[in-house]
């Protein structure tokens, strides 16, 4: 069973910036994929960011140029860097770590941007 911590969040302006990070651990199997999905009320929840073990990334193009993911292989960590947040942006932020089994779910952190 892998468990995924996440911390960083957090409330924060428009315009300011905040980083979330979320570590891995209890895997069996390489993760492949570690990533960042968000989900607001009344909203489905969406992909952010996903970064495989090489490095490819997936990016949504609602935060393209704003949020950035980079991964720590070593470590199974992955973060999240978010500048020039927005209200919109406002949503609980999970983080997922996928094996070529499973796919798992950290507890999500709260991320509030006022306006």
């Known amino acids: 069973q892998v468990q995924l911590v996440e911390s960083g969040g957090g409330l924060v302006q428009a315009g300011g910036s905040l980083r979330l990070s979320c570590a891995a651990s209890g895997s069996r199997f390489s993760i492949n994929v570690m990533g960042w999905y968000r989900q607001s009320p009344g909203k489905q929840r969406e992909l952010v960011a996903t970064?495989?073990?090489?490095?490819?990334?997936n990016i949504a193009d609602s935060v393209k140029g704003r949020f950035t993911g980079s991964r720590d292989n070593a470590k199974n960590t992955v973060y999240l860097q978010m500048n020039s947040l927005r209200p919109e942006d406002t949503a609980v932020y999970y983080c997922?770590?996928?094996?070529?089994?499973?796919?798992?779910w950290g507890q999500g952190t709260q991320v509030t941007v006022s306006s």
């Open positions: 997922l770590a996928r094996t070529t089994w499973d796919t798992y």
């Open positions: 970064i495989t073990t090489s490095g490819s990334t």
